[in-house]
């Protein structure tokens, strides 16, 4: 791991959190739907993750480790604060962020893109969270399914099942592979 924080490395760390921070708070708030609690666990990550920098070597993907971090202590926090026990992600309200026109995207007419954010926003919570991790924090497949603690294949199945719900509110013909598989390029930035 590249990361330098044995010898107190400070300017790192501040680093470190700079890149994360944002991410993880907006994932945590998809558990917790309260900001400041999202901060809260989110600096207890940062926390935890400076008390134990003599031994940040042994952690081998660091963008996986700090989401499933933040993801286990919002899970705590919603049995403790809540009395809920809950590890599942049906229960998860995910916001994705919109699409919206860029240059690339002029030829799709505005209603296009309405009905499209429509159809992301009527998935299943599972599919928005794997969706989200994907499209919106560039996880990988594995990634995603560690942070979440689900299988590859589970991922898979999620992605396949976003891309027909929303291939179907489309109207598109997903049984063309190159209907579907564009569809899904288009949906995950791939």
């Excluded at 042994?58 to 933040?70: K, S």
């Excluded at 705590?76 to 919206?100: F, G, I, K, M, P």
């Excluded at 995603?144 to 013909?173: C, F, H, P, W, Y």
Aim: proline content about 1%; hydrophobic content about 40%.
């Amino acid at each position: 791991m590249s990361l330098q924080l044995k010898h107190h490395d400070e300017v790192r760390f501040r680093e470190l959190m700079d890149q994360y921070f944002l991410r993880l708070k907006r994932f945590a708030a998809s558990f917790l739907k309260e900001d400041a609690l999202a901060e809260e666990v989110v600096m207890d990550v940062f926390l935890k993750l400076w008390e134990r920098r003599e031994t940040l070597d042994q952690i081998e993907n660091l963008n996986t480790y700090l989401f499933v971090a933040v993801r286990n202590l919002c899970y705590n926090v919603l049995r403790r604060e809540h009395h809920l026990h809950t590890d599942s992600l049906d229960d998860v309200e995910v916001e994705l962020t919109r699409y919206a026109n860029t240059p690339e995207d002029d030829l799709i007419s505005e209603q296009m893109l309405e009905t499209l954010n429509s159809a992301v926003e009527e998935l299943p919570a599972k599919c928005k969270m794997v969706f989200k991790l994907l499209r919106e924090e560039g996880l990988s497949r594995k990634e995603t399914a560690q942070v979440l603690g689900i299988s590859a294949n589970t991922v898979d199945n999620q992605i396949a099942l976003a891309v027909r719900k929303i291939g179907e509110t489309l109207g598109m013909d997903l049984t063309i592979k190159k209907n579907y598989s564009g569809l899904q390029s288009f949906l995950l930035c791939l």
